[in-house]
């Protein structure tokens, strides 16, 4: 069941002996896809590293075997034409980071040194998606970007941000995406829908 507002999230645990542990988000991702194309079963891992790592506390060196905090997730069903992925911490569409639309759909709260879901929560049933409006110029992204190292650039007239079990959105012009670090392909439309409860980690 996804967190409710005022309810504890996660529990420390031992790590399994067998647990796979993913160095990074890419690896995290990888690992779902390759289970999911298969119609296998979920099965848990371990974040060594990553944004999603560092959403849950983790994420720091020596952390495996031992205790961690074992938690429920959600994934990200990313959908573009008819192409469909999965994603574990975020999906980024941009043409440039300095002019036209830039979005982030968040299941982690950070990307990199960036805190830019600072409401995120990976098992709120919400993807959050923050939008760079294409009229905001270069100075005002320069500045949203250093905030954003704190989490201190939302609210912002020009950054549109949204939480939703399923977000959709057309552009003009294609965007490229970006899949938890990998770039996937360009696509004017793009569908992200939360999949609840959709597997355990340990951090």
């Given at each position: 069941?996804?967190?409710?507002?005022?309810?504890t999230?996660?529990?420390?645990?031992?790590?399994?002996?067998?647990?796979?542990?993913?160095?990074t988000?890419?690896?995290?991702?990888?690992?779902?896809?390759?289970?999911?194309?298969?119609?296998?079963?979920?099965?848990?891992?371990?974040?060594?590293?990553?944004?999603?790592?560092?959403?849950?506390?983790?994420?720091?060196?020596?952390?495996?075997?031992?205790?961690?905090?074992?938690?429920?997730?959600?994934l990200?069903?990313?959908?573009?034409?008819?192409?469909?992925?999965?994603?574990?911490?975020?999906?980024?569409?941009?043409?440039?980071?300095?002019?036209?639309?830039?979005v982030?759909?968040?299941?982690?709260?950070?990307?990199?040194?960036?805190?830019?879901?600072?409401?995120?929560?990976?098992?709120?049933?919400?993807?959050?998606?923050?939008?760079?409006?294409p009229?905001?110029?270069?100075?005002?992204?320069?500045?949203a970007?250093?905030?954003?190292r704190?989490?201190?650039?939302?609210?912002h007239?020009?950054?549109?941000?949204?939480?939703?079990?399923r977000?959709?959105?057309?552009?003009?012009?294609?965007?490229?995406?970006?899949?938890?670090?990998?770039?996937?392909g360009?696509?004017?439309?793009?569908?992200?829908?939360v999949?609840?409860?959709?597997?355990?980690?340990?951090?």
């Amino acid at each position: 069941m996804t967190i409710r507002r005022g309810e504890t999230w996660g529990e420390q645990a031992q790590s399994p002996d067998l647990l796979r542990v993913m160095p990074t988000d890419r690896d995290a991702r990888e690992f779902v896809v390759a289970l999911l194309s298969t119609d296998r079963t979920l099965q848990p891992m371990g974040l060594g590293g990553g944004d999603m790592a560092r959403t849950l506390g983790g994420g720091t060196p020596g952390r495996f075997p031992g205790m961690v905090t074992k938690a429920p997730l959600d994934l990200l069903r990313v959908t573009a034409g008819d192409r469909t992925t999965w994603a574990v911490s975020h999906v980024i569409g941009r043409r440039s980071w300095w002019r036209g639309d830039v979005v982030f759909a968040m299941n982690a709260q950070f990307l990199g040194p960036y805190d830019v879901a600072p409401r995120s929560h990976p098992n709120d049933g919400k993807v959050d998606v923050v939008h760079v409006q294409p009229a905001m110029g270069v100075r005002a992204r320069a500045q949203a970007r250093s905030r954003a190292r704190t989490g201190t650039h939302l609210p912002h007239p020009q950054l549109a941000f949204t939480q939703a079990p399923r977000w959709t959105a057309t552009f003009e012009q294609p965007l490229v995406w970006w899949v938890d670090g990998v770039r996937w392909g360009a696509s004017a439309t793009i569908e992200v829908e939360v999949v609840p409860d959709a597997m355990v980690v340990y951090a």
